[in-house]
């Protein structure tokens, strides 16, 4: 994973908060982050380096979801996701088809939306059954690489479809997020948001980074 990618995935993080109006968007916005490429030992040598210089150091990381639970640390809290990736929690049908939707007035005006919502809906169909054919999970398993099997393919083909340039890149998915409501965010995305203001709570109590 590289370092593009794991910032996209802070920012879908903060996407997320603001959309739920939760506490944590304002720790999101101007973290101290460290990218280690989904690798709880990596996350642990570093934060322990950092440590020694300052003793009391508390940290959080989040994984995509790995093979075996990250190491339980009381200092470095760690935890994954439970589906593959984060982009997973954006991969709605609703929210594809709004996106699609917004583009196409952004783009041509309000008479051409119905027009790139359709051809969106038409090309979820397409990469499905196209997925189920290559014997890989649905767009909405929690098993998939949304990211790489789903989104990238979908939005390489819808805009073909379109004769228009991509303008949904793979560094922009956070975008997607602008789409999607607070009802349709499930509660674990709430709950790791909870443990990042718990981690911060716990930081300031200490006197770290103050």
């Not at 973290?31 to 934060?47: G, M, S, T």
């Not at 390489?156 to 999607?180: G, S, V």
């Not at 709430?190 to 006197?207: F, H, I, K, P």
Request: proline share 6%.
């Amino acid at each position: 994973m590289g370092r593009w990618s794991e910032a996209l995935d802070l920012a879908i993080l903060l996407a997320l908060a603001r959309i739920l109006e939760h506490p944590a968007a304002a720790l999101l916005e101007s973290p101290y982050v460290h990218y280690v490429a989904n690798q709880p030992r990596r996350a642990q040598e570093h934060f322990y380096g950092v440590r020694e210089a300052t003793p009391g150091l508390v940290g959080m990381a989040i994984y995509d979801r790995l093979e075996q639970a990250p190491p339980v640390d009381p200092n470095l809290i760690q935890r994954m996701w439970k589906r593959r990736e984060i982009e997973n929690y954006l991969c709605l049908r609703t929210v594809l088809e709004k996106y699609a939707w917004v583009e196409g007035e952004k783009q041509l005006g309000e008479l051409f939306s119905d027009a790139w919502r359709e051809t969106m809906s038409e090309t979820i169909d397409e990469i499905e059954q196209a997925l189920k054919a290559l014997g890989k999970p649905a767009p909405w398993s929690p098993d998939i690489k949304a990211s790489d099997d789903f989104l990238d393919p979908l939005f390489k083909r819808f805009f073909e479809k379109l004769q228009w340039p991509n303008l949904m890149m793979k560094t922009d998915y956070h975008k997607l997020a602008e789409h999607i409501s607070a009802a349709e965010i499930p509660d674990e995305v709430t709950e790791m948001l909870d443990l990042v203001v718990d981690v911060a709570g716990r930081a300031n109590a200490r006197g770290v980074g103050s």
